[in-house]
């Protein structure tokens, strides 16, 4: 499971993942409330990967394990 690290820049959300030195925007997350974020992450280009959902929505920026989604 690599470490991902979530940072918001503007009004935008982005996306580190140090094993692969990739950083990209985040374009869709599955669970995008104040109490609930997470599931699903998106990036551009067309990788996902799963983040177990936080409670409550986490303060950016930080470290968080993912796994890789199924397309």
Request: glycine fraction near 6%.
């Amino acid at each position: 499971m690599p470490m991902v690290i979530f940072r918001q820049r503007d009004q935008a959300l982005y996306c580190y993942i140090a094993k692969l030195d990739l950083e990209a925007k985040v374009t869709a997350v599955e669970f995008d409330q104040h109490d609930n974020w997470g599931g699903r992450i998106e990036l551009e280009g067309g990788r996902a990967y799963h983040v177990h959902p936080q409670i409550p929505r986490p303060v950016f920026p930080v470290s968080l394990r993912a796994t890789r989604a199924a397309l």
